[in-house]
Structures are given as structure tokens and as C-alpha cells.
């Protein structure tokens, strides 16, 4: 890997064929953005430095990618060679800088780190990566001769034996600093398009005796670009078989691939295995022997060992060993449960942490609770944690026992071993060992009903 690597992502365009108002670059494969999957990519191969160049609906782009890379602002779409060109500063005069596409998000890191050492293990000046297209038609056309490179044809400019040929230009580029900035200063844009091209800039430069080549790429489906929802459909799916595929050669059971989507950062340990209709995102990490499926949803978790959660929806929570999670339960940010846990049916968490061997088993809403070891919580109970103004903690502590339709309204304590009658609305601490009832006596009228 060449020290001083500088990387240019190009996100300006607005994709019309997408026919959406969300700018092209920003549409998600999985669980993560085109222009983010690119990101990522290039810094797990080892980028020190990225810019990306922004155009259409640029401040909601740079909303959505953060401050992670520095920005360039092409005001008009005039090509990718102008494109470019608004990031000379960037450019600067030493070391290398790769250049990609925003909407080419399946390219590899080892593909990325492949074509670093290509471009500077011959020391060339300009290095562009191609692939042999099973439909050529759109790409711009490599052109060689007795197998060495000449020139980048773009299809529309293309003479009809050089639009026959199925070595297509990638998109992707590599040049060392000073030789691309110069060769900008000198691109035309005397083309059908009336566009600066960025694939002159490689004749450009080997017209100055520079040393240029096109690194052939094994897999077309790494330079896949995306420009409608059925192109992203088609990244999604070469994404999601990559992914699945990955994690099965690691030990992990995945019943029905086809229906399973795993994101690109989820961790998963060996002999877990996920059910059908499971959606796996953001930082998710599973542990070994656990059962997640089959229908649930889980967002940036983390799951320990020989925890079984079917049927749920799980965001930004904690499980911890041989817990079970539904079905049908809700996991909101910040819950975190403990060992031997069950969570079931219809039982939402949220902000709360749950101590080992709790039951929660069914029609329970816990918020902002910090619940003990071995309680027991009855059919129907309710934290009343917010009163329309600012929300409050409940503390339930080891071994209670919360009766059947119980409203808790915070902030409020039950001790250990304290029992709360079924039907009661606690909104006083229950000492340890207490039996709490906080409900009217019943009054039974005679002969009511005949008179109703």
C-alpha cells in the first residue's frame, strides 16, 4: 500500500433515472447508502485522505455522509473530467489519488488495494481499471493495440468496430498527484456531449511520454453502476448473496439465504442460526448458538450466547446469554437485558435495564426502569413513565412480584420480595416484603343489570 493515498468520490450527479427526490447517491443497498458503502470501502483499503465532489442537492448529501471527508462543490454537471477539476486543491501534487464512483458500491477493498499496487508497482502516471462486459453497451470502450493500451472510447463517440469491443471502462482510476492535476489544466471538451471527460485525461497524459495502463478486473459485478431502482435491486442482490455466503463459509447457519438480509458490518459467531424473513443492520453483533428468526428485525445490537429471539423488533439494545426475546417483543434503544431472561409476546422495552432471570413474558410495557434479579412481572403491566412534561425512573428491586394489569407510575420503588396486587396503581413505594393493593373495594349492586 503507497503511503499519501488520496481518494476523490464522484457524487455530484442527480440520477434522474432513479425517479426519486432523494439525490442518487443516498439510496441504500442494504442497510447503508451508495455513497457510504464507497466510503467505507476505501478506508478499510487504507485511504488517508477522501473528498467527495457534491452537486445536486448538496447539503443534503453532506447531511447524511457526515464530517468524515472533505467536500467539493460542482456546480455544473460539465463531466466527470470537471468534476474533477473542482477538487484541484484536494489533488495537491504529491503522492497517488484514486478516484470512484458514488453509485458503484460493491467495488472490494482488496480490488481497491489490488489496483494500488498495480498503479505503483509499474510506476505509472495513470492507471485505469477495466472488466469484460457481457453487454458492453453504455461503457466507454478500451481500445488497445497488439494489447497495449491506447485510448478510452466513449460509446456514444465510438465508430461501430470499436463499440464491438467488450472491454469497458470501470470508472475507477488511479494517477499520481502532479500528473493528473497538469493533465486537467489541458482537457477539452470538444465531444458529442460537449462534456470534460475524465478518461482523456489518461491520453492526455500518455501523450507526454507518461507511463499509462488499464489494470483488467476479474469480477464485472464490483463495477455494477446503479442508475434506477432496478439496477439498485440488482447491487442489493449481488450484496446480499456476497454477505450470506461469507458468513456460512464462517459457521453460520442461514436457512434460506434468499430471504435473509444481513448488513455489511453485522458480526455473527459460529453455530448460530438465522431463520428466514431475519433483517441483520447496522453494528449488530451476534453471538455463538443462538436461534434470531424467523421474522426480526435487529438494528446495531449486540446479542450474546444462546439467546433465542423470534418474531421481534430489536434497536440499539443489549441481550445478554440464554435469554429468550418473543414473539412479538420490542426492544427500544438502551434496554438492556440480562442472563436468563425471558422477554415475551407483546412486550415492549425501552431504556431499561432488566437483571438475570427477570419474566416478562407477555402484554408489558417496561420504560426507563431498572428492573432486579428474578422478578416476576404478571399479564398487562405498565411503567407510567412520562407525565406529558419530563419522564421518571422506576425501580423494581430482586425478586418482586408486580400483580396482573399493574400501573407503576414513576418515579416510584418496589422493594425486594414485594408483591403488588393484581389491578393496582402503585405511585408510592412498596416497602421489602410488602403486599401493595391500590384499587377501590368492590361494590356489587343487586338486580342492576334488570334495571339498565
Known amino acids: 500500500m ?27 443497498v442494504l442497510d447503508k447508502t451508495m455513497a457510504d458503502c464507497v466510503i467505507d470501502t476505501c478506508l478499510e483499503a487504507g485511504a488517508e485522505d477522501i473528498c467527495v465532489i457534491v452537486g445536486h442537492q448538496s447539503m443534503m448529501v453532506k447531511k447524511m455522509i457526515g464530517d468524515r471527508v472533505k467536500y467539493a462543490f460542482q456546480k455544473e454537471q460539465l463531466g466527470t473530467g470537471h468534476a474533477v477539476m473542482q477538487a484541484g486543491d484536494f489533488i495537491g501534487e ?21 489496483i494500488i499496487s498495480f498503479h505503483t508497482e509499474n510506476d505509472n502516471s495513470a492507471t485505469g481499471v477495466s472488466f469484460i462486459a457481457e453487454n458492453p453497451t453504455g461503457y ?4 488497445r493495440e497488439q494489447g497495449k493500451f491506447v485510448k478510452i472510447v466513449e460509446q456514444k463517440d465510438a465508430t461501430p468496430k470499436e463499440q464491438a469491443v467488450n472491454e469497458v471502462n470501470s470508472g475507477v482510476y488511479i494517477f499520481k498527484a502532479a500528473s493528473l492535476k497538469s493533465a486537467l489544466e489541458g482537457l477539452k471538451n470538444n465531444n458529442a456531449s460537449g462534456e470534460y471527460y475524465l478518461t482523456d485525461t489518461l491520453e492526455v497524459i500518455k501523450s507526454k511520454g507518461e507511463k499509462t495502463e488499464v489494470m483488467k478486473a476479474e469480477d464485472e459485478t464490483e463495477f455494477l453502476g446503479v442508475n434506477s431502482k432496478l439496477d439498485l435491486y440488482k447491487a442489493t442482490k449481488v450484496l446480499m448473496n456476497r454477505i ?3 458468513h456460512m463459509l464462517e459457521g453460520v447457519s442461514i436457512i434460506n439465504p434468499e430471504n435473509t438480509y444481513i448488513g455489511q458490518d453485522v458480526k455473527i459467531a459460529p453455530d448460530t442460526i438465522i431463520l428466514p424473513g431475519t433483517s441483520l443492520k447496522g453494528k449488530t453483533k451476534i453471538g455463538t448458538d443462538c436461534i434470531i428468526g424467523p421474522n426480526t428485525e435487529i438494528t446495531s445490537s ?22 429468550t426475546v418473543g414473539p412479538f417483543a420490542y426492544l427500544r434503544p438502551g434496554a438492556h437485558v440480562g442472563e436468563h431472561v425471558r422477554i415475551g409476546d407483546f412486550v415492549e422495552i425501552k431504556n431499561s435495564n432488566i437483571d438475570d432471570g427477570t419474566k416478562v413474558s407477555h402484554l408489558t410495557y417496561v420504560g426507563d426502569s431498572d428492573v432486579g434479579k428474578g422478578v416476576n412481572f404478571g399479564c398487562g403491566t405498565v411503567t407510567a413513565n412520562y407525565d406529558g412534561v419530563s419522564k421518571y425512573r422506576t425501580t423494581i428491586k430482586d425478586n418482586a412480584f408486580i400483580g396482573c394489569n399493574t400501573n407503576l407510575i414513576a418515579p416510584v420503588t418496589v422493594g425486594e420480595y414485594a408483591v403488588t396486587a393484581a389491578g393496582s396503581t402503585i405511585n ?14 368492590q361494590i356489587n349492586i343487586d338486580e342492576w343489570a334488570k334495571k339498565k
Do not use: F, W
Open 244 to 246: 450470506n455466503e461469507k
Open 428 to 441: 408510592k413505594d412498596v416497602p421489602d416484603h410488602a403486599l401493595s393493593i391500590a384499587r377501590k373495594r
Open 94 to 114: 504529491d503522492g497517488n489519488v484514486l478516484i470512484l464512483c458514488g453509485d458503484t458500491p460493491l467495488i472490494r477493498p482488496e480490488t481497491i488495494k489490488q
Open 2 to 28: 503507497s503511503t499519501n493515498l488520496k481518494v476523490i468520490i464522484l457524487a455530484a450527479g442527480q440520477g434522474t433515472r432513479m425517479k426519486s427526490k432523494v439525490p442518487k447517491v443516498l439510496h441504500k
Open 302 to 323: 449486540e446479542i450474546k450466547d444462546g439467546v433465542s429471539i423470534k418474531m421481534s423488533v430489536l434497536d440499539n439494545a443489549y441481550v445478554d446469554n440464554y435469554t
Open 140 to 143: 466507454g470502450r478500451i481500445i
